[in-house]
């Protein structure tokens, strides 16, 4: 089964989560569908579970890290946060916002064109129309 990527997902976050290849690669040839195992596999789910046991395995995890002290997992958490920022990943985020802010607010009739493609026959098809423009 394939899922569509999760919109948020665009520019800084997706190349924070995959690298800045894979993020270009997806982002900018409208591969937009990819599977539970590669999702997993490029790091952008931490674990696949059989459908109908998502509740079971986050109860798990869960009762997991709730069995730890819990002024370790307060100051574990801050350290990988803060080791986050340090290396930009905060300023990533915002800059990907204010990134997708432009692009979902600039408008010109080729945009309009590309989103109405986009919204009814999927980004591939957008992305053919748009190459087929520039022929």
Not at 52 to 61: P, S, T
Request: a neutral charge; proline letters at 2%.
């Amino acid at each position: 089964m394939s899922y569509q990527l999760i919109r948020y997902a665009t520019e800084g976050p997706l190349a924070w989560l995959c690298g800045p290849k894979k993020a270009k690669e997806w982002l900018l040839s409208g591969n937009d569908r990819i599977t539970s195992e590669q999702a997993e596999s490029w790091g952008l789910v931490n674990r696949v579970v059989e459908a109908g046991g998502l509740h079971d395995a986050v109860r798990e995890l869960g009762m997991t890290i709730a069995g730890n002290d819990p002024l370790a997992v307060r100051l574990t958490k801050r350290a990988i946060n803060q080791s986050m920022d340090t290396a930009g990943m905060r300023r990533a985020l915002r800059n990907a916002l204010e990134t997708d802010v432009e692009i979902e607010s600039t408008e010109t009739e080729e945009s309009r064109q590309f989103k109405q493609i986009m919204k009814t026959e999927g980004t591939r098809a957008a992305i053919a129309w748009r190459s087929a423009q520039l022929r």
